[in-house]
């Protein structure tokens, strides 16, 4: 029965364009739900279609859809879906040009059970490429939890699903997991706020490996740095061999940080000779503390450089380095 009616909708779709509104089918592929989920929701809560065209196909206006956008966004802030469709419906009739987006109350220490329904809900909302939903979410994850712990507990834990869900779909969808990552990026780049230091301080240096395009985690890395005043020289995704080196020896920083995510592009030649690299005249020559962070570096090392294990750890082995600078905070 599902099957068939899915098929109905489907060829609903490519009505002829005279008909005003949306089809069943197109709306629902707009907002990454099923037909049947749209047309329970117009048996249970009555937020369907206003009119139907010829043969009772339902078309969907601009002020139908808006009622269903809104009950998207709420049930992906967790709101459960009756009390959801009252107030998509409620907010309709009191302000349809302009509707409010609800965000869920900040609740504080975080369960498990909240971080997954957030995470859940961000990753539904880029399913449904609701761009301003998920912008919403995460900017209300970074203020609940503080970005450490946003990155940690959000951030990472739904790229990391959403990058296996479209893996195992043959790589279908890619689309969404671009969109997430480069809301993920304006998010990172959005908290950081820098802390004003009136301290010449030698910068860090931040690379991805050559061949290394997954940058977020440095990017994560980076916003932390930032808060706490650390000055630093970001070079973002797959950094030239020659850049690097040439950039280390031009800044003199006291640590490099050198990320890898994949074992296939970690260098283990690149590390040892930053890690042997000096600068400076003689009787004042210094060298910079190698830190190699990600997943590609494990079980692979350079005699004394540093091996956080997680963004928390990075931030106070870079600490140590920097004692000028205010301390971490603690992560929530």
């Known amino acids: 029965m599902d099957e068939g009616r899915h098929a109905h909708d489907v060829a609903e779709s490519h009505a002829a364009p005279q008909e005003t509104g949306v089809t069943t089918g197109a709306l629902a592929r707009r907002l990454g739900v099923s037909p049947t989920t749209l047309r329970s929701w117009d048996r249970r809560y009555g937020l369907g279609p206003a009119q139907r065209s010829a043969g009772h196909h339902r078309r969907w206006t601009a002020q139908d859809i808006a009622?269903?956008?809104?009950?998207?966004?709420?049930?992906t802030t967790g709101l459960p879906p009756a009390e959801a469709a009252r107030l998509a419906g409620k907010r309709l009739a009191t302000q349809p040009a302009e509707l409010p987006l609800q965000r869920p109350a900040p609740a504080a220490?975080?369960?498990?059970?909240?971080?997954?329904?957030?995470?859940?809900?961000?990753?539904?909302?880029?399913?449904?490429?609701?761009?301003?939903?998920?912008?919403?979410?995460?900017?209300?994850?970074?203020?609940?939890?503080?970005?450490?712990?946003?990155?940690?507990?959000?951030?990472?834990?739904?790229?990391h699903a959403v990058g296996r869900k479209w893996e195992e779909a043959g790589d279908r969808y890619v689309e969404v997991e671009h969109l997430l990552s480069w809301h993920?990026?304006?998010?990172?780049?959005?908290?950081?706020?820098?802390?004003?230091?009136?301290?010449?301080?030698?910068?860090?240096?931040?690379?991805?490996?050559p061949a290394e395009q997954h940058v977020l985690a440095l990017e994560a890395l980076s916003a932390g740095l930032s808060q706490l005043g650390v000055p630093q020289r970001m070079f973002g995704a797959a950094v030239p061999v020659e850049a690097v080196s040439a950039a280390v020896r031009r800044i003199g920083p006291r640590v490099?940080?050198?990320w890898a995510q994949a074992r296939s592009t970690a260098s283990l030649p690149l590390a040892r000779h930053l890690a042997e690299t000096h600068w400076g005249v003689r009787g004042a020559r210094g060298k910079p503390a190698v830190m190699l962070a990600g997943p590609g570096w494990a079980g692979r090392g350079?005699?004394?450089?540093?091996h956080p294990a997680t963004l928390p750890q990075a931030l106070r082995q870079i600490e140590r380095h920097y004692p000028e600078v205010s301390r971490v905070p603690a992560p929530s």
């Open 302 to 306: 350079v005699r004394g450089a540093l």
């Open 256 to 258: 490099v940080v050198l």
């Open 109 to 159: 220490p975080a369960t498990q059970a909240t971080l997954e329904r957030q995470c859940r809900g961000i990753s539904r909302a880029a399913t449904r490429m609701d761009t301003p939903t998920v912008q919403n979410l995460l900017a209300d994850a970074v203020a609940q939890h503080g970005l450490v712990s946003a990155w940690q507990d959000v951030m990472a834990p739904v790229l």
């Open 67 to 75: 009622a269903v956008e809104e009950m998207c966004r709420l049930t």
């Open 184 to 209: 993920v990026s304006r998010t990172l780049h959005r908290a950081a706020a820098p802390v004003e230091s009136t301290l010449a301080l030698p910068p860090l240096v931040l690379a991805c490996v």
